[in-house]
């Protein structure tokens, strides 16, 4: 058994997290203040970042289910709607997301970068900076306004998911009741290859964690570039819909793609069940799952922290030493657990922003 102590070069690059929503729905005066000075409820803010060596990563813009905000946080409803957004408000909340990005940036005195490519972030790193890639998480802003596309890229966007659980005109999304199957429905639609096409023109990840199967193997025929799920877990251990076959995993291997593994618990455990009391062996299950299907350079982490049910020894960021010493404890090396805290994120990002 490999004994010696996990020598870790202090950062974690991170594939998703939701902090951005988080700092939008916040009930605080001043969330961006809170999350570079204070403390920001929930699973991130600078202060814990620094402790725990994250350095940060794919920042996402999202749309939270109209559901969700109305019965927790009706103030952010501009108008008397019952049942949906309005168009206005899809693009407004999208914006917002993105202004409240640029103000942890500008901000923060120099300690937060918006980082449009990989040199950016490794400067980062060196001067000890948090990067923000920014992520799109569902197109349906774009679907309004397809302009928004240009405007998002010119002001960082370097990768997006078309697709989340809600049917849009690029296709349908992936919402399914555990277990399923990832096939629940029709590719991409015309508008969302169309879309697909213009994001790889642009150089951007094109994000798959939530598409279902036949979107995916429709993006895996458009783009020739490596297939990335930022967030997703693996079919065979824990059969929600948006966890990924053996199948999808050859086709992301091929492509020199990556999976970053997802803490949520719904997604890690066997049952499907939103249970805090889930070991972290489980997460390092999956790691290792993906790691004899991929190899050691494809697999990195897609926490979904601030968006999701983490297990309860992983409370917030400030328990990754927690999962790091269980990985060692599994008898991964400290040069695998560097390469998936952060290598293998870098050697994607170059492949793709080249």
């Known amino acids: 058994m490999n004994t010696q102590p996990v020598i870790f070069d202090g950062h974690i690059f991170d594939g998703h997290n939701d902090l951005l929503t988080r700092l939008w729905l916040s ?34 813009i999202f749309l939270p289910p109209f559901a969700y905000v109305k019965q927790n946080h009706p103030d952010k409803l501009s108008t008397a709607s019952e049942s949906d957004f309005t168009p206005q408000q899809i693009v407004d909340i999208c914006c917002t997301q993105l202004q409240l990005a640029e103000q942890l940036q500008n901000r923060s005195e120099g300690q937060i970068q918006i980082c449009t490519t990989l ?11 948090l990067a923000i890639v920014l992520h799109l998480e569902g197109a349906e802003a774009l679907a309004i306004n397809p302009e928004l ?13 078309p697709l989340w659980n809600r049917k849009t ?16 429905g029709s590719g991409l639609t015309e508008q969302g290859k169309d879309l697909v096409v213009a994001c790889h023109k642009k150089q951007m990840i094109i994000d798959v964690a939530h598409m279902n199967e036949r979107a995916f193997w429709d993006t895996a025929e ?27 995993l050859v086709a992301i ?11 949520d618990v719904a997604f890690l455990r066997s049952d499907g069940q939103r249970d805090t009391q889930t ?8 790691l290792a799952y993906l790691l004899d299907h991929l ?33 060692q404890q599994r008898h991964f090396s400290n040069e695998l657990i560097e390469k998936i805290t952060a290598k293998n994120w870098f050697k994607v990002l170059d492949k793709i922003w080249q």
């Not at 596309?149 to 998911?161: E, H, K, P, Q, T």
């Not at 049910?309 to 999962?323: H, N, Q, R, T």
Request: charged share 20%; net charge negative.
């Open 149 to 161: 596309l240009d405007v998002f890229y010119d002001a960082g966007l370097r990768s997006i998911g």
């Open 27 to 60: 009930a605080s005066a001043d969330p961006v203040h809170d999350f570079i000075y204070g403390t920001l409820p929930g699973h991130l803010d600078l202060r814990r970042c620094r402790q725990a060596g994250w350095m940060g990563g794919l920042f996402s």
């Open 253 to 263: 291997k091929d492509s020199g793609g990556l999976v970053g593994v997802n803490f």
């Open 279 to 286: 070991s972290l062996d489980v997460i390092v299950d999956h």
């Open 119 to 129: 040199a950016q972030i490794k400067d980062c790193l060196r001067n000890q900076q």
């Open 169 to 184: 005109i690029f296709g349908d999304g992936l919402n399914a009741s555990f277990p399923h199957s990832p096939n629940t």
């Open 295 to 327: 190899g050691e350079d494809q697999v990195g982490f897609g926490s979904d922290f601030d968006g999701c049910l983490l297990p309860d020894e992983l409370a917030d960021v400030s328990d990754m030493d927690k999962l790091l010493e269980r990985m």
């Open 222 to 248: 458009i783009i020739n570039q490596p297939l990335v799920a930022t967030h997703s877990n693996t079919h065979a251990l824990c059969p929600q819909a948006r966890n990924l076959t053996d199948r999808q």
